[in-house]
């Protein structure tokens, strides 16, 4: 893997790989999904491992997975490998060659063939609450964007955060990561649905979160999903954001009800100059000709 990309490994892999292949259930009976879970990824089998286990925990169930991978080494694609025999979901990996940040390429290839109207996008460093998929799904809507929050947990917790941690769903007691964040994030780990529309009747304006955010279909392509002229870590989010709105897509927040706990690593710089952020961050574009559907 690229050292330029700026992202360390907190545990090994073997760990990761071990929890894997714990309990595994054949999977003889595939479901149909009503929502499709793209997940980008860039090495972190470790993460991705978890990730895996708070699959299990959903409420909702009816979904499919694609892992947008971002040019992994073969660590990723083996961890797919072992876990694919516990799910009864559709669980697929849509990979490509490493050649810097390329999210923006990857993420539209996979969401390309997701199978269901519903698309929820998160990246691989993010475990997610029991109820993450039921409350995307339950307030969904065209021409509308849903989008939460996550709790930064620090170093020391990432490392010994286990699939139990995870299964026994101790990680979403309040107690159980308190003194291992920011002031700020505190405040995001809170599970209170009956916020979402208080919060949304008096948001003026509410950014998307690329690790976070969920649209239906037609909404992704009348956009053009994400423009993949973005190479390099940031912008992506911003930019996408701008088209749906200028669209006439509205954008509303899940935070406090579409719960995610990032797990730490470091990362590199964004890249761009203040030129370019200008370009992408403040477009008057509704649809760019670079994205999901070449033109």
Known sequence: MSPTRGIHTTF???RAAANANQNPVKNTNPIEATLSLIIAVYGHPDFLARIFTSLENQTHQ???????DDGSDDDVRELIEQVRPRFRQSLRHVWHDDDGFRKTVIVNKAAAKAESDTLVFIDGDCILHHRFLERHYKRRRRGRVLSGRRVMLQRELSQRISDDDVRARRLESVG???NQCSRTDRKRGFYAPWLFWFRNLFRT?????GSNFSVHREDFYRVNGYDERIIGRGLEDNNLHARFVNSGVKIYTLAHEALQYHLFHTSAPIPHSPETIHEYRDTEDTRTPHGIVKN
């Not at 009816?62 to 947008?68: G, K, P, R, S, T």
């Not at 304006?205 to 979160?209: N, V």
């Open 62 to 68: 009816d979904f499919e997975v694609l892992v947008a």
């Open 12 to 14: 090994p892999p073997e």
């Open 205 to 209: 304006s509410y950014e998307i979160l």
């Open 176 to 178: 159980f990561w308190w």
